[in-house]
């Protein structure tokens, strides 16, 4: 088990597998609100599922339409589990605690590069927590 310390920027606690992107995304045009999946043709993250992952990525990107966007995945069930950003912008932060979906930023390493896709996450929006949870199959050697 390891722990990193954050900034807590919507409360709640979800566990589950990450799905991390070194890309901006935009909820808005960038991620279908009734599927859940990334529209945005050329993003790393084309064609798949946000809903139920642990999404970590740098930032959002778009305008303020991103807030209702995330609200409405949110509503229909589709939206992400958690969110760890590294700097969180003003345009998901609305979004994120209406949406009651659990984010942190500004951990104490870089999420983009710690964090890999499929490795267990638990994102404690209470305490700005993000804790990787170790297996067998899911270590980072460089964190060790």
């Keep these: 088990m390891k722990i990193f310390k954050g900034r807590s920027i919507s409360k709640g606690i979800a566990e589950g597998e990450a799905l991390v992107t070194s890309q901006p995304l935009s909820f808005f045009?960038?991620?279908?609100?009734?599927?859940?999946c990334v529209v945005e043709k050329d993003h790393e993250l084309f064609g798949i599922s946000i809903t139920?992952?642990?999404?970590?990525?740098?930032a959002t990107k778009g305008s303020t339409a991103s807030t209702w966007a995330l609200i409405r995945l949110s509503e229909n069930k589709l939206a992400p589990k958690a969110i760890v950003t590294t700097n969180t912008d003003a345009i998901i932060i609305a979004g994120v605690i209406i949406g009651q979906i659990p984010t942190v930023d500004q951990i104490s390493v870089d999420p983009i590069t710690t964090f890999k896709t499929g490795q267990k996450?638990?994102?404690n929006g209470d305490k700005g927590?993000?804790?990787m949870i170790l297996?067998?199959?899911n270590v980072n050697p460089s964190i060790k």
């Excluded at 045009?29 to 859940?36: A, I, L, Q, R």
């Design 129 to 131: 927590e993000v804790e």
């Design 135 to 137: 297996s067998e199959s």
């Design 121 to 123: 996450l638990k994102v």
């Design 29 to 36: 045009g960038g991620v279908d609100p009734e599927t859940g």
């Design 52 to 58: 139920d992952k642990i999404l970590v990525m740098p």
